[in-house]
């Protein structure tokens, strides 16, 4: 028996054809499938958290001290001016206890050095604090740094405590350890933001002041 021989032709896709089916599913299947959030380490997070309320506690204050932060109001009206140096900056949390609530706002989850927080507000908040202190912030400059990661480095060598003052064009980074080259920052106006290391020195230009101190504890 002779095979049958069908003389339709049968439909196949072009090259092109199949380019283009492939192309529309591949929109539909970004268009469909959520964003994916950019990862962040819940312990970075927690300490985006804590400046937050430190924020919030320095500008509380203020308002209750005629617009001006601990480190501008005398010792004697309550504030911290003629004792601020690096291994006092945890005076300025301490006048701010009302504010704050609870003394483990002022530990990063990833400090290890400071851990653990200190058990209540006193003498104990000496090497239990996480933070810088802004001494020249003012509520006139909203982009001076009020406080943030004390984790830093000049020149690629990590900072101690102490009384740091920068120029606008200092080398400033974050050390490794904390946030792994960055840091978190509250400016004067409360905002927090996490910033990288090479954005430090362009961050201080925008503080519209020749020079920043920044009591390290």
Same mark, same amino acid.
């Given at each position: 028996?002779?095979? %049958?021989?069908?003389?339709?032709?049968?439909?196949?896709?072009?090259?092109?054809?199949?380019?283009?089916?492939? /192309?529309?599913?591949?929109?539909?299947?970004?268009?469909?499938?959520?964003?994916?959030?950019?990862?962040?380490?819940?312990? !970075?997070?927690? /300490?985006?958290?804590?400046?937050? !309320?430190?924020?919030?506690?320095?500008?509380?204050?203020?308002?209750?001290?005629?617009?001006?932060?601990?480190?501008?109001?005398?010792?004697?009206?309550?504030?911290?001016?003629?004792?601020?140096?690096?291994?006092?900056?945890?005076?300025?949390?301490?006048?701010?206890?009302?504010?704050?609530?609870?003394?483990?706002?002022?530990? /990063?989850?990833?400090?290890?050095?400071?851990?653990?927080? $200190?058990?209540?507000?006193?003498?104990?908040?000496?090497?239990?604090?996480?933070?810088?202190?802004?001494?020249? $912030?003012?509520?006139?400059?909203?982009?001076?740094?009020?406080?943030?990661?004390?984790?830093?480095?000049?020149?690629?060598?990590?900072?101690?405590? /102490?009384?740091?003052?920068?120029?606008?064009?200092?080398?400033?980074?974050?050390?490794?350890? %904390?946030?792994?080259?960055?840091?978190?920052?509250?400016?004067?106006?409360?905002?927090?933001?996490?910033?990288?290391?090479?954005?430090?020195?362009?961050?201080?230009?925008?503080?519209?002041?020749?020079?920043? %101190?920044?009591?390290?504890?």
């Amino acid at each position: 028996m002779n095979p %049958r021989v069908s003389n339709q032709k049968t439909a196949a896709l072009t090259l092109v054809e199949v380019l283009v089916v492939i /192309c529309v599913i591949a929109v539909l299947v970004a268009l469909l499938l959520p964003a994916k959030p950019r990862y962040r380490p819940p312990q !970075q997070g927690q /300490c985006v958290q804590n400046l937050k !309320q430190i924020g919030i506690a320095y500008l509380v204050w203020a308002d209750d001290h005629n617009g001006k932060f601990p480190m501008q109001v005398s010792v004697t009206n309550g504030g911290t001016m003629e004792s601020n140096n690096g291994r006092n900056a945890w005076l300025n949390f301490l006048v701010m206890s009302n504010e704050l609530n609870t003394p483990k706002l002022l530990v /990063c989850p990833q400090d290890k050095e400071d851990q653990p927080p $200190a058990n209540e507000f006193s003498w104990q908040l000496a090497g239990h604090v996480s933070y810088f202190v802004g001494l020249d $912030a003012s509520k006139n400059h909203p982009h001076m740094f009020l406080s943030g990661d004390d984790s830093l480095a000049i020149g690629g060598v990590p900072v101690k405590s /102490c009384l740091l003052e920068l120029s606008t064009n200092a080398p400033i980074t974050w050390t490794e350890e %904390r946030h792994f080259f960055s840091g978190n920052i509250v400016f004067a106006d409360g905002n927090v933001e996490m910033l990288p290391g090479y954005a430090l020195t362009n961050s201080l230009q925008q503080t519209s002041v020749a020079t920043n %101190r920044l009591a390290i504890p």
